[in-house]
């Protein structure tokens, strides 16, 4: 079992940024692929970014250039780099985990999830 719990949400304006980060614990750091996703209200939650256990990244497309996603190994943690946000990035940010080398999109080939922490970009 996998425990993830993020933290840096906040307000930040347009143009702005935040770090959010993610950090994992309940089992060994490594062999684990993982996710940020964000859920705007009434939408589904979608991929944002994505970092293998190797170090390679998946970005979508609309957060390339703007977001960069990154682990500290040896501290467990994952950071979501935000800059240049822009009020659609106003969202619940999740971070998610699967025990695999690759790195899918989809929600469910996730294993676990943290609780979210809210982002709110004001115009």
């Known amino acids: 079992q996998v425990q993830l719990v993020e933290s840096g949400g906040g307000l930040a304006h347009t143009g702005g940024s935040l770090r959010l980060s993610c950090v994992a614990s309940g089992r060994t750091f490594s062999g684990y692929t993982f996710g940020w996703f964000h859920q705007a209200p009434g939408k589904e939650r979608e991929f944002v970014a994505g970092?293998?256990?190797?170090?390679?990244?998946d970005y979508a497309d609309s957060v390339k250039g703007r977001f960069t996603i990154s682990r500290d190994n040896a501290k467990n943690t994952v950071y979501l780099q935000m800059n240049a946000l822009k009020p659609e990035d106003t969202a619940v940010y999740y971070c998610?985990?699967?025990?695999?080398?690759?790195?899918?999109?989809?929600?469910?080939?996730?294993?676990?999830w943290g609780q979210g922490t809210q982002v709110t970009v004001s115009s």
């Open positions: 998610a985990s699967r025990f695999s080398v690759t790195m899918p999109r989809s929600l469910s080939s996730y294993s676990y």
């Open positions: 970092i293998s256990w190797q170090g390679s990244t």
